[in-house]
């Protein structure tokens, strides 16, 4: 199962983080007089953050010297970061619930699905097998905290879901149309069509999607 950011992220890659926030871009020295530890310190933390995308880098020139990096948050760590819009979230889908008419509802779900799979997507390989996008999208998943593993013991590679990704949504919604959001999100950012075979509403251990068609 991919590890996701929060697993990786200490109080000092915190502190990192709401520096880089404050700044369009610092290097390692001046992160190293902010936090008043040492420069192998910065930059111990500094490639964790990269590593799980979080923080990105570009080599700047200094005049005659060697060029330095100079590290900045990525649009990730920039959600990572900043606070929580958990609140807007729940405010915008329970104004979409109460929507008088089903098929304007539908319609706007779909729009946000395709809008969400076509983001995922960009983080997932252009080329490669079924089973290579389904592992991309795991590890694009987990990052955003969802954790996520690959089934890939049949013929078609399945993903599993070890969490709900909004577990105070669902419980407002029987009718399941966030989990048919997800689905539709899914086969948007895989370039194929899934479908939910196991939910965790119904008792299962995780929901599990799987390719068809």
């Known amino acids: ?18 520096l880089l926030r404050q700044s369009h871009a ?53 959600r990572y970061a900043s606070a929580s819009y958990a609140g807007l979230a729940a405010a915008l889908w329970h104004e979409i619930l109460e929507l008088p008419n089903p098929l304007q509802r539908k ?23 079924l089973a290579e996008r389904f592992s991309a999208m795991a590890s694009a998943l987990g990052r955003r905290k ?9 013929s078609l590679p399945v993903l599993e879901m070890h969490a709900c990704p909004y577990p105070e949504l669902t419980g407002e919604d029987p009718s399941r149309q966030l989990c048919e ?4 999100m899914i086969s948007q950012a895989v370039g194929q069509s899934v479908q ?3 939910c965790r509403l119904d008792g299962h251990q995780h929901c599990q999607f799987r390719p068809v068609g």
Request: net charge neutral.
């Open 1 to 18: 199962m991919e590890s996701t950011c929060s697993e990786h992220i200490r109080p000092i890659d915190q502190a990192v983080l709401d």
């Open 181 to 184: 959001m997800e689905q539709e």
């Open 196 to 198: 939910l075979d196991c």
């Open 26 to 78: 610092l290097s390692v020295q001046e992160l190293t007089q902010k936090l008043e530890v040492t420069a192998t310190a910065v930059r111990q933390r500094l490639e964790r953050l990269v590593q799980v995308e979080l923080v990105g880098r570009k080599k700047e020139g200094a005049g005659r010297g060697r060029p330095q990096f100079l590290y900045y948050l990525t649009s990730l760590g920039m």
């Open 146 to 154: 969802v954790p996520v593993s690959v089934n890939a013991n049949g």
């Open 107 to 129: 319609r706007i779900m779909r729009r946000v699905a395709k809008r969400m799979g076509e983001e995922l997507r960009q983080s997932l390989p252009v080329e490669g097998d």
